[in-house]
Nanobody
Framework: VQLQAFGGGLVQAGGSLRLSCIAS????????MGWFRQAPGKEREFVAA????????YYKDSVKGRFTISRDNAKNTVYLQMNSLNAEDTAVYYC????????????????WGQGTLVTVSS
């Protein structure tokens, strides 16, 4: 499985961006798709995740109500809609996939995209 993330950019605080992650190869029904981010000088952290099938979603507390993860199985694409962005959201965002047990655990994921930079100016 190969993942390609894009959609990052520079946005003002309070603005919105939508990230996309296109998966090539076979995504199995028990896979989860996750978004993680890494800010400068910080460790990679979980942002959001959902199963490739099903509707259950998972979010980091600080993004609940602002970010929405969704998918289009026909397009093999996962999205992360980010609203009300603030400076603390500035990071490189990565998408990931794999037969995870704990969606928020980065070590559970087998496949990672290259990352896309989101910069929020205050």
């Amino acid at each position: 499985v190969q993942l390609q993330a894009f959609g990052g950019g520079l946005v003002q605080a309070g603005g919105s961006l939508r990230l996309s992650c296109i998966a090539s190869g076979r995504i199995f029904s028990d896979y989860a798709m996750g978004w993680f981010r890494q800010a400068p000088g910080k460790e990679r952290e979980f942002v959001a995740a959902m199963w490739w099938t099903g509707i259950t979603t998972y979010y980091k507390d600080s993004v609940k109500g602002r970010f929405t993860i969704s998918r289009d199985n026909a397009k093999n694409t996962v999205y992360l809609q980010m609203n009300s962005l603030n400076a603390e959201d500035t990071a490189v965002y990565y998408c990931a996939a794999g037969p995870v047990v704990v969606p928020s655990n980065a070590r559970s994921y087998d496949y990672w995209g290259q990352g896309t930079l989101v910069t929020v100016s205050s």
